[in-house]
């Protein structure tokens, strides 16, 4: 169902609806379908006679625990997101880069690991991915994550038992892992942590020269967009003749269609293309 309501904090749909449930606008039909991206969101098919156009929005093909997988839906004209959309991005098991954190919690033991990931969607899924790996201590959140966090807990997403780290004893923190807003990684916040590991959960981390430049000790490569592999076997299982490219690495993506013999060309958006980084979170969360 597309309704999210995240908390007092965060904006409400006033109408609930189902993935593949069709609205009509005179001749114009509407389907929205899952979009692997987070929970709720969805790609926008519309119809009209006998052209389908297809918006993706944020997108992933990848398995995530916390939301409706994405759904391949066959089109004339495809609008694909590419925050990731070039050849270096393959983000590769996401599995495996929690295996990393798990390596590194067993090795020091006697340190809390602090790992940045964005409140909607990323943290729920690293704290998911833990649990399947068979991590089933207490995980901490730092309180700009709690109101998302129990919201997915209200959906009947499983994510075992939380706590806030507000009010720990420091001692305490030894050995846990605590999910965080990127930015708080880096504050003053940290100091209520025994000589914490710095971890980031994002599909930049891909690049290692982020990594260092943000100071983040332990990089892990999870990421919530589709990376090269995803977005370019998405493109053909569409069927779509037609690409557009927004939002991301336009000019990589826009080349490969072409030598596939696609129509494709860049879409511009107001709003979108002066970001360091497409997964940049709000300004308040980063302030929370």
């Given at each position: 169902?597309?309704?999210?309501?995240?908390g007092?904090?965060f904006?409400?749909?006033?109408q609930a609806?189902?993935?593949?449930?069709?609205?009509?606008?005179?001749?114009?039909?509407?389907?929205?379908h899952p979009?692997?991206?987070?929970l709720?969101s969805?790609?926008i098919?519309v119809?009209?006679?006998?052209?389908c156009?297809?918006a993706?929005?944020?997108?992933?093909?990848?398995?995530?625990p916390?939301?409706?997988?994405?759904?391949v839906?066959p089109?004339?004209?495809f609008?694909?997101?590419?925050?990731?959309?070039?050849?270096?991005?393959?983000?590769?098991n996401?599995?495996?880069?929690?295996?990393?954190?798990?390596a590194?919690?067993?090795?020091f033991?006697e340190?809390?690991?602090?790992v940045?990931?964005?409140?909607?969607?990323?943290?729920?899924?690293?704290?998911?991915?833990?649990?399947?790996?068979?991590?089933d201590?207490?995980?901490?959140?730092?309180?700009a994550?709690?109101?998302?966090?129990?919201y997915?807990?209200?959906r009947g997403?499983?994510?075992?038992?939380?706590r806030p780290?507000?009010?720990?004893k420091?001692?305490?923190?030894?050995?846990?892992?605590?999910?965080a807003?990127?930015?708080?990684t880096?504050?003053?916040?940290?100091?209520?942590?025994?000589?914490?590991?710095?971890a980031?959960?994002s599909?930049?981390?891909?690049?290692?020269?982020?990594?260092?430049?943000?100071?983040?000790e332990l990089?892990?490569v999870?990421?919530?967009?589709?990376?090269?592999?995803?977005?370019?076997?998405?493109i053909e299982?569409?069927?779509?003749?037609?690409?557009?490219?927004?939002?991301g690495?336009?000019?990589?993506l826009?080349?490969?269609?072409?030598?596939k013999?696609?129509?494709?060309?860049?879409?511009?958006?107001?709003?979108?293309?002066?970001?360091?980084?497409h997964?940049a979170?709000?300004a308040n969360?980063?302030e929370?």
């Amino acid at each position: 169902m597309m309704r999210l309501r995240y908390g007092d904090n965060f904006a409400a749909s006033t109408q609930a609806i189902a993935y593949g449930e069709e609205l009509r606008l005179g001749d114009v039909k509407i389907k929205f379908h899952p979009a692997g991206h987070v929970l709720g969101s969805a790609q926008i098919a519309v119809t009209c006679k006998d052209t389908c156009i297809v918006a993706s929005g944020d997108y992933k093909d990848a398995s995530d625990p916390t939301c409706a997988p994405f759904e391949v839906v066959p089109c004339d004209v495809f609008i694909t997101e590419a925050t990731f959309g070039l050849p270096v991005f393959r983000h590769g098991n996401a599995a495996d880069e929690v295996k990393k954190l798990l390596a590194s919690v067993a090795l020091f033991p006697e340190r809390a690991h602090l790992v940045g990931a964005y409140s909607l969607g990323k943290a729920q899924r690293v704290i998911a991915l833990l649990r399947e790996a068979g991590y089933d201590a207490p995980i901490y959140l730092h309180g700009a994550m709690e109101a998302i966090t129990h919201y997915y807990q209200s959906r009947g997403v499983a994510l075992g038992e939380l706590r806030p780290a507000k009010g720990m004893k420091k001692a305490d923190l030894a050995g846990t892992i605590t999910l965080a807003p990127p930015s708080a990684t880096s504050d003053i916040w940290t100091r209520r942590f025994p000589d914490p590991v710095t971890a980031f959960a994002s599909g930049w981390m891909r690049v290692r020269a982020r990594a260092r430049q943000r100071g983040i000790e332990l990089p892990l490569v999870i990421s919530d967009h589709a990376d090269w592999d995803g977005l370019t076997a998405t493109i053909e299982a569409t069927g779509a003749g037609e690409i557009w490219v927004t939002h991301g690495q336009e000019d990589a993506l826009v080349h490969w269609c072409k030598t596939k013999g696609l129509a494709a060309r860049p879409l511009d958006l107001v709003g979108y293309g002066d970001e360091d980084e497409h997964e940049a979170p709000p300004a308040n969360e980063a302030e929370a």
